[in-house]
């Protein structure tokens, strides 16, 4: 059983350009979640989505989209990269109810 | 604004001491408080969670203490060991969206 799988591990682009961190689960979980974690801030949502074809913002969504065309995949695109968005990504999925959310590895993004 | 605010930032303590990690939230429509560990180049992982209509949980080494008219809630580690040693962050979940929104981290190091 993967889990959360998430990819690349690591990447770095350079300032303007745009990649896809991919997302996949094999839990049949309903809600999947992007973070960005950066270093003493927490984990900060960026998008969030309860099911296939249903997506919303979190706290911090500018300069990213998300699609949610299955259940198993949620890819988190960046358009225009900006060193802004040097970070740690982190997806994570879960099912309804006082249940754990599982996390991917993450995947370190550098822009330069 | 950080919704749940979490301290110390960072923490020392000797082996076979008690690791004390303190959180508080405004927003009374949280529903779950999870906690979560997290090691180096690892994604979060869930240690303990609560409902805020319970004022004290236990799993072995690690209790959750609630307090809801004050609106905080703590993190004991007792006997702490240095494989305890880890970030720590504390979490609330809004139950409709099942949105988890995380506090900022507790850097842990427990010393022989």
């Known amino acids: 059983n993967a889990g959360v799988t998430q990819t690349p591990k690591f990447r770095i682009l350079k300032i303007g350009q745009s990649m896809t961190l991919q997302c996949t689960q094999d839990?049949?979980?309903?809600?999947m979640y992007w973070y960005r974690q950066d270093p003493g801030m927490g984990l900060k949502l960026i998008y969030y989505s309860v099911g296939a074809g249903i997506t919303d913002k979190g706290e911090v969504p500018n300069g990213y989209n998300v699609s949610r065309s299955t259940t198993e995949d949620f890819p988190l695109r960046l358009e225009l990269a900006a060193p802004s968005q040097t970070s740690v990504y982190f997806c994570?999925?879960?099912?309804?109810?006082?249940?754990?959310?599982?996390f991917g590895q993450g995947t370190r993004l550098t822009v330069v | 604004q950080q919704q749940v605010k979490q301290s110390p930032q960072s923490l020392i303590v000797q082996k076979g001491g008690i690791s004390i990690i303190n959180c508080a939230y405004e927003n009374t429509a949280f529903d779950y408080f999870p906690w979560y560990q997290q090691f180096p180049g690892k994604g979060p992982a869930l240690l303990i969670a609560i409902r805020p209509d319970v004022s004290e949980k236990k799993e072995g080494r690690f209790t959750i203490s609630f307090n809801k008219s004050a609106k905080q809630f703590s993190l004991h580690i007792m006997d702490s060991q240095p494989g305890d040693s880890a970030t720590y962050f504390c979490a609330a979940r809004t139950g409709g969206y099942q949105k988890v929104t995380f506090g900022t981290g507790t850097k842990l190091q427990v010393i022989p």
């Open positions: 839990m049949n979980h309903n809600y």
């Open positions: 994570a999925s879960k099912q309804q109810g006082d249940t754990e959310a599982f």
